[in-house]
């Protein structure tokens, strides 16, 4: 997995390389054997600068220490190997399947949503083009009619995929686009439809209500529908992507998280507190801005991305 890798020109260190070197003095209170609850003070406070938050971090020291306390722990590799292990079994715990659920026949519908900014028309536009390497056929609607430029920024993204583009007027009813989306995407007979949505309205509670009626369209439209609402969280901004999480995921059933910009930051334990917070599979992460910057997600894969040594 392509991850946590530097970005341009600055190279990021990764957490590893970070905790290796700070938290040295806790892996030789545990070589010597002499754990107390609470002494892996460096540790917790990495992993609380990594945006893991405090319940997951808590959790994950828990399980380096009783590791230790079984005498599992006295290399730096094994304290590695350790705290690894902990964040993979925190991925796997719960609702943690990250393949994408597709309708049994005809078209699927995926839902995306999230806050302005944090990626929703670029994952668009990247998993359009990873279903089309795969040999679909895709449509993406624009759902967000609020933005100015928003239909047009998804437009050059159905382009770019190859994808058929469904779109209503600036300042329409998203709710009727979805609606319009779903009556092509079954005449047209595609294999997938990709809905976008505003990140944006006046108050968080107009678009949470927004995103209620949209969904309450698609399944009007179509029973069963939508088989996924991806929620996309920015991996840069810390604990208010959990407090996104925990938003979105009252208003509509959320199936899926995306987690975008991992590339070029040292931290993504949001990956894995989100998980937690909401109970939801993380199904995608992305990695940059262009087309091929989408990765599947896999919990062994990522732990061992975050946990990289340099
Ligand atoms: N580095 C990096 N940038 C990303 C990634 N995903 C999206 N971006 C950038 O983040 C910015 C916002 O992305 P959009 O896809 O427009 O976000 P949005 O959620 O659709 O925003 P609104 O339409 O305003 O609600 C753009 O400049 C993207 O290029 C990623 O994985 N890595
Ligand atoms: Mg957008």
């Given at each position: 997995m392509r991850l946590l890798r530097k970005s341009g020109d600055v190279p990021k260190r990764s957490l590893w390389q970070k905790i290796k070197d700070v938290a040295l003095m806790d892996v030789a209170v545990l070589a010597r054997g002499g754990v107390?609850?609470?002494?892996?003070?460096?540790?917790?406070?990495?992993?609380?600068?990594?945006?893991?938050?405090?319940p997951t971090t808590l959790r994950l020291i828990d399980g380096v220490e009783r590791q230790a306390s079984r005498g599992f722990v006295k290399t730096q590799d094994e304290f590695r190997e350790a705290l690894r292990q902990g964040v993979e079994e925190a991925l796997r715990t719960g609702r943690s399947d990250p393949t994408l659920v597709t309708a049994p026949s005809g078209p699927t519908?995926?839902?995306v949503i999230g806050v302005n900014g944090a990626g929703k028309t670029t994952f668009i536009g990247k998993l359009a083009g990873r279903f089309r390497r795969e040999g679909k056929s895709v449509l993406v609607a624009a759902g967000d009619?609020?933005?100015?430029?928003?239909i047009d920024q998804l437009?050059?993204?159905?382009?770019?995929?190859?994808?058929?583009f469904v779109a209503g007027k600036p300042g329409g009813d998203p709710a009727a686009v979805a609606f319009d989306a779903i009556d092509a995407a079954l005449k047209r007979d595609v294999d997938v439809a990709i809905i976008d949505t505003a990140g944006r309205l006046h108050t968080s509670d107009d678009l949470m209500t927004e995103l209620r009626k949209v969904a309450r369209v698609i399944a009007k439209r179509l029973p069963d529908a939508p088989h996924e609402t991806l929620l996309v969280l920015d991996g840069t901004i810390g604990q208010n992507a959990i407090?996104?999480?925990?938003?979105?995921?009252?208003?509509?059933p959320v199936t899926g998280l995306?987690?975008?910009?991992?590339?070029g930051t040292?931290?993504?334990?949001?990956?894995?507190?989100?998980?937690?917070?909401?109970d939801v599979p993380v199904k995608f992460v992305g990695v940059g801005e262009k087309i091929d910057d989408l990765e599947p997600f896999d919990a062994e894969d990522f732990s061992r991305a975050l946990l990289e040594e340099e």
């Amino acid at each position: 997995m392509r991850l946590l890798r530097k970005s341009g020109d600055v190279p990021k260190r990764s957490l590893w390389q970070k905790i290796k070197d700070v938290a040295l003095m806790d892996v030789a209170v545990l070589a010597r054997g002499g754990v107390s609850a609470g002494s892996l003070e460096k540790l917790e406070e990495m992993l609380l600068e990594a945006d893991f938050g405090v319940p997951t971090t808590l959790r994950l020291i828990d399980g380096v220490e009783r590791q230790a306390s079984r005498g599992f722990v006295k290399t730096q590799d094994e304290f590695r190997e350790a705290l690894r292990q902990g964040v993979e079994e925190a991925l796997r715990t719960g609702r943690s399947d990250p393949t994408l659920v597709t309708a049994p026949s005809g078209p699927t519908i995926i839902l995306v949503i999230g806050v302005n900014g944090a990626g929703k028309t670029t994952f668009i536009g990247k998993l359009a083009g990873r279903f089309r390497r795969e040999g679909k056929s895709v449509l993406v609607a624009a759902g967000d009619t609020f933005r100015a430029g928003a239909i047009d920024q998804l437009r050059v993204w159905a382009e770019r995929a190859g994808a058929d583009f469904v779109a209503g007027k600036p300042g329409g009813d998203p709710a009727a686009v979805a609606f319009d989306a779903i009556d092509a995407a079954l005449k047209r007979d595609v294999d997938v439809a990709i809905i976008d949505t505003a990140g944006r309205l006046h108050t968080s509670d107009d678009l949470m209500t927004e995103l209620r009626k949209v969904a309450r369209v698609i399944a009007k439209r179509l029973p069963d529908a939508p088989h996924e609402t991806l929620l996309v969280l920015d991996g840069t901004i810390g604990q208010n992507a959990i407090a996104q999480a925990r938003t979105f995921s009252t208003a509509v059933p959320v199936t899926g998280l995306v987690v975008t910009k991992l590339d070029g930051t040292a931290r993504g334990g949001v990956v894995v507190a989100a998980h937690e917070a909401i109970d939801v599979p993380v199904k995608f992460v992305g990695v940059g801005e262009k087309i091929d910057d989408l990765e599947p997600f896999d919990a062994e894969d990522f732990s061992r991305a975050l946990l990289e040594e340099e």
